[in-house]
């Protein structure tokens, strides 16, 4: 009797010994392979050549928080010019819409907004409401549209990110990066300028109330033009931000701000080196007046004095109308560089044919070249040449 009490006892002892041994290979391995977490993390990138100019983390996954909105309005940017809905278009509320927890505009079950008034909601309020009504209007179910956000994510080049909801509200395998972020934000300017401008709006009203925006940051840092906070308790404050200063447009990302001024002064601090690496004349500029009223005129001064007898060539082709096209179209792939120059069609004849060249003059030659940089990254055929005519008429 005792002698089998005596096994089955070390019978049992053996079975927990192996469940506990078990428990503890299956611990370790989840323990690896579960992803590390960043509480900060920063990226800087130019938006027009994607040269990276400040990286910390930045591909060390994170939660998004509400960023994870940029990714809603991209794909309802999508869907309005792919004339699936127009900005007319009443969505309707549902009850789980409803249930969302704050940030939300408290709307009521049955109701409608329009997508006009939901691109203001998400932008400025943030409303976790109305994230899912875009989501079950384009989606059918916010579970479904969590999924096309990320295969549509993937499929722009944010590799490391996944999407579980169209908010932002806390869940563990909604995941991204400041280098994917940045990216998101560059693909809203880049593909979307008739509708990037919603990103700039400070304030809006809707039904009685106004609601502000929660980037501070546009109101103290000049050039700022959007894009988008984020904050839950897991990530920190997060802000993906869009800048143009002096023809140079960053993308700058800060995930795990301790608070939202913590996170602003970070992004200041990043920027400003940022610009400093790739125009030191203009933060100069900036840095020697106090208000940037003052700097906007020192540094047209400054750029006044600068050579402007430069410019790209883009092309040879057997039309005018098709060179002229050319050449307005080099201009909006490579705005930072570009803007505020001129087009210009110059006739050769070579042989018994006759082509017409598409040029873009007016340019300093250091933007000559980054322009066509830009313009190669996109597959654009492009060369410098200075213009003579520019130079003789100085002379």
């Not at 109305?130 to 990320?150: D, P, S, Y």
Request: charged share 25%; glycine share 6%; proline share 3%.
């Amino acid at each position: 009797m005792m002698k089998n009490l005596l096994i089955n006892t070390l019978r049992k002892t053996r079975m927990h010994l192996s469940f506990f041994g078990i428990a503890f290979v299956l611990s370790m391995t989840l323990a690896i392979s579960t992803p590390a977490f960043a509480k900060y993390a920063s990226f800087v990138m130019d938006a027009d050549t994607g040269r990276v100019l400040h990286s910390v983390n930045a591909d060390t996954r994170n939660y998004p928080a509400s960023l994870t909105k940029m990714m809603t309005l991209f794909m309802l940017f999508e869907a309005i010019e792919q004339k699936k809905v127009s900005l007319n278009t009443k969505m309707r509320v549902s009850r789980r819409a409803t249930w969302q927890p704050p940030s939300r505009l408290g709307l009521k079950l049955g109701a409608t907004i329009s997508v006009e008034d939901a691109i203001y909601a998400l932008v400025t309020k943030s409303a976790n409401d109305v994230a899912t009504v875009v989501a079950e209007a384009l989606g059918g179910t916010e579970w479904e549209f969590a999924k096309a956000m990320t295969k549509r994510a993937h499929q722009i080049g944010m590799k490391s990110t996944n999407f579980r909801n169209a908010s932002g509200l806390p869940n563990r395998r909604q995941l991204s990066t400041a280098r994917d972020m940045a990216l998101l934000g560059n693909e809203l300017w880049k593909r979307f300028p008739k509708y990037y401008g919603y990103f700039k709006t400070q304030k809006w009203k809707y039904k009685g109330r106004t609601y502000g925006n929660h980037n501070k940051l546009m109101k103290t840092y000049d050039g700022m033009d959007g894009i988008k906070t984020g904050y839950i308790r897991a990530s920190g404050f997060n802000l993906v931000t869009s800048v143009n200063r002096g023809g140079h447009r960053l993308i700058g990302v800060v995930f795990g701000g301790k608070t939202s001024k913590h996170r602003n002064n970070i992004m200041a601090r990043i920027l400003d080196n940022a610009f400093t690496k790739i125009d030191p004349q203009m933060m100069a500029a900036y840095k020697s007046n106090k208000k940037a009223e003052q700097a906007k005129k020192a540094y047209a001064i400054a750029s006044q004095r600068r050579s402007t007898a430069w410019g790209v060539q883009v092309g040879a082709y057997t039309s005018i109308k098709t060179a002229r096209v050319q050449a307005i179209a080099a201009i909006k792939r490579a705005p930072s560089y570009l803007t505020g120059a001129k087009t210009k069609v110059v006739p050769l004849k070579t042989g018994n044919k006759k082509v017409y060249r598409a040029r873009v003059v007016g340019v300093e030659k250091r933007e000559a070249y980054r322009a066509c940089k830009a313009l190669k990254r996109l597959r654009q055929p492009c060369m410098v040449f200075r213009d003579k005519t520019q130079v003789a008429m100085k002379r």
